[in-house]
């Protein structure tokens, strides 16, 4: 565990995420479908947690499928309602953005449906420096 808690990236596009963000929360205005959650899948080193826009759902859940991708190599997601956040906007997401679906180990760390952005982003950091 490290000494300081763990920082923000935003990132309105979920394809700009590199190794520089291993270890951040990354919010992101991207939808959290396979192609973005892949991204993140293909970076060396994980991000902490990750939240997508869900992009209004899509046909078979195609905006938030990547949740489960993310709970595959141990990545907390969430998904933000597109009525609450601009998609491609991550400020708004992180301002505004309320959560409609998430991953377990997003769950574990006490992150339910309806929760803020900035409240479930309280949630990853008090599980990781529970202090």
Do not use: W
Request: contains cysteine; negative net charge; charged residues 20%.
């Amino acid at each position: 565990m490290s000494s300081q808690p763990p920082s923000i990236s935003l990132l309105d596009s979920i394809a700009l995420i590199d190794s520089s963000h291993a270890g951040t929360i990354v919010v992101t205005g991207s939808h959290g479908g396979r192609s973005a959650a892949g991204f993140v899948v293909d970076v060396s080193k994980k991000p902490l947690a990750v939240f997508f826009n869900d992009a209004g759902g899509g046909k078979d859940d195609a905006g938030k499928v990547g949740l489960g991708m993310l709970q595959a190599i141990g990545v907390p997601a969430a998904c933000y309602s597109h009525m609450s956040a601009r998609i491609g906007d991550a400020q708004d997401g992180l301002e505004n953005g309320i959560l409609t679906d998430m991953n377990d180990f997003a769950r574990l760390a006490g992150m339910k449906e309806d929760l803020q952005v900035s409240e479930a982003i309280r949630c990853v950091k008090k599980s990781e420096h529970p202090d």
